[in-house]
């Protein structure tokens, strides 16, 4: 999920926890547990300054061993022991206890995301991705900000958060549901389909949908419970050639490629130099793919300039990295 959304989500936990006989309302431990409800619901995205190096580096480790089982023990134990130190008199357990489940539940929301997590490691380090929930629902948050409105004006907190969170249960029941319905009616469209992965919005009724079969890929969309086929592309097998290996030594290349499950790929020799492009089909936008990784190689096959994330016209591409002209 979004920064925003795991913040609410953490000061609702606080407010959930006052139902916890050791915790209560209004005392050492109900604050001590409030501030490692909302640090235990920031820490794995602690990973998010990676982006300030470059973006290969953040795409192959977001949501990686910052959110392990590992290291949701870590996390637990570094935040609980900080805050002892200013609130020596909480009761350690339960302060514990509720930081290490606001951990738990930031790494179990994110994995109904497209984007999803590595959970699991260090037992498999396959990606988690449910593809449920946008990584902002409008929905989710709002339900939260109202939870946290009626605590201002004298609800009483946990009774509050758990009527919030019960609601929020059937609405991931409802989101699964609809998704399942999807999938059910591609495998009637498409004949042998492979793979299917589908994308959630912050519309409630739009999603976006990617295809696998055995011979092409296929991007559509399901608006109000309809599908729309927009692009179809042959799936043609990334050929190992003496460029290809070259691109695929690049950073940025190899993170795509470690991410991204669906894209098809380009090469372009020109004059002077070649480029490799891949392109991932799962976020399809006016038409346009914004999701990429580009590296263009001299004569020599060496790397000249490389890129990927998102990017939202061929003209901001080539400027924001003064890539050579084609």
């Not at 339900?143 to 009626?150: N, Y």
């Not at 919030?164 to 319905?181: A, E, N, T, W």
């Not at 739009?206 to 890929?217: E, L, V």
């Amino acid at each position: 999920m979004d920064t925003g959304t795991h913040v609410v989500m953490g000061i609702a936990l606080g407010g959930l926890a006052t139902l916890d006989p050791a915790i209560g309302v209004d005392n050492p431990t109900a604050h001590a547990v409030m501030l490692g409800a909302i640090f235990g619901s920031q820490a794995p995205d602690l990973d998010t300054i990676l982006k300030l190096r470059n973006n290969a580096k953040y795409i192959r480790n977001h949501r990686g061993i910052t959110h392990s089982i590992p290291a949701i023990f870590i996390w637990s134990f570094l935040i609980t022991g900080m805050i002892t130190i200013f609130i020596p008199e909480s009761n350690l357990l339960h302060l514990w206890l509720w930081t290490l489940l606001a951990i738990v539940l930031h790494v179990f929301v994110d994995i109904f995301n497209a984007y999803g997590t590595q959970a699991l490691r260090p037992f498999t380090k396959k990606w988690i991705a449910l593809g449920i929930i946008n990584t902002f629902d409008p929905f989710i948050f709002v339900a939260h900000l109202v939870g946290i409105a009626i605590w201002l004006i004298g609800g009483h907190p946990g009774y509050t958060f758990l009527s919030v969170y019960i609601i929020l249960i059937g609405y991931y029941i409802i989101r699964f549901s609809m998704q399942r319905r999807i999938i059910h009616r591609l495998h009637k469209l498409v004949p042998q389909i492979e793979q299917v992965i589908i994308s959630p919005t912050m519309r409630f009724r739009r999603w976006h949908i990617a295809i696998m079969t055995d011979t092409s890929f296929h991007v559509a969309r399901a608006v109000d419970g309809e599908i729309m086929f927009l692009d179809e592309f042959e799936r043609i097998p990334v050929p190992q050639t003496d460029v290809i290996r070259a691109a695929e030594q690049d950073d940025n290349i190899s993170a795509f490629l470690s991410f991204s499950p669906v894209y098809r790929w380009e090469v372009d020799e020109y004059t002077d130099h070649y480029e490799v492009r891949f392109i991932d089909l799962r976020y399809r936008s006016k038409g346009y793919y914004p999701f990429v990784a580009i590296v263009q190689l001299d004569q020599e096959l060496n790397i000249v300039s490389s890129y990927t994330g998102w990017i939202f016209s061929e003209e901001k591409l080539r400027k924001k990295l003064e890539l050579i002209p084609e």
